[in-house]
């Protein structure tokens, strides 16, 4: 968990020090990256739920996820985004009814069509590392990392000036056991605009 913490801490860091570069020279004043209708910041919190298919067969997870934005301009940013997810494996694994325990970690682009009003539709990829940590100590299913990447999209529904609701859907693409899998989530949540 520590690592996932230094993580986002650094992905966070690098945003934070990107938008502090500016011109150099006397007198000169850094570019604005935003304007009033354009905040720079984006930090959004809500449910996530997920289909896992690390065995061939497939069981959800259900949980939280976070993301924060940095924007650059009108329509790109850099986002760091967290999921935990919760759930139970049921009959698909042997042992069955295995409780799982899922974190999601990573960074990339995110490129929107920002209005002030209305809709916002945005796509985003993001790599990291996930992992799944099961109820069972040993053999196959115990405790995986493995290098993941997600892509997809949403939609921010501005309910006021600062504060919308999203809808986002992505594919989540990961290697565990020396295969690949491929998943979906489904978020939905708050948006708070600064």
């Known amino acids: 968990m520590q690592r996932v913490v230094n993580l986002i801490g650094l992905i966070l860091l690098i945003a934070v020090s990107a938008g502090a570069q500016g011109p150099t020279g006397v007198g000169s004043n850094p570019p604005s990256f935003s304007s009033p209708d354009f905040p720079a910041w984006q930090i959004s919190a809500g449910y996530q739920y997920n289909r896992i298919n690390l065995t061939g067969t497939p069981f959800n997870t259900n949980g939280l996820n976070t993301s924060v934005v940095r924007y650059f301009g009108k329509w790109f940013g850099v986002e760091g985004q967290l999921g ?14 295995l409780n799982v325990h899922s974190v999601f970690v990573g960074g990339g682009p995110k490129l929107a069509y920002r209005r002030w009003k209305g809709f916002e539709p ?7 590392m996930e992992n799944f940590r099961f109820s069972q100590t040993g053999g196959l299913l115990g405790n995986n990392t493995s290098v993941a990447g997600l892509g997809g999209g949403g939609i921010d529904y501005y309910l006021y000036p600062h504060v919308a609701v999203r809808a986002e859907m992505d594919a989540i ?9 491929r998943h979906f989530q489904v978020v939905s949540g708050l948006v708070f605009n600064f």
């Open 122 to 128: 945005w796509v985003h990829l993001v790599i990291g």
């Open 173 to 181: 693409e990961s290697r565990f056991f020396s295969t690949n899998q």
């Open 84 to 97: 935990v997810g919760f759930g139970n494996t049921g009959a698909t694994s042997a042992p069955a009814n």
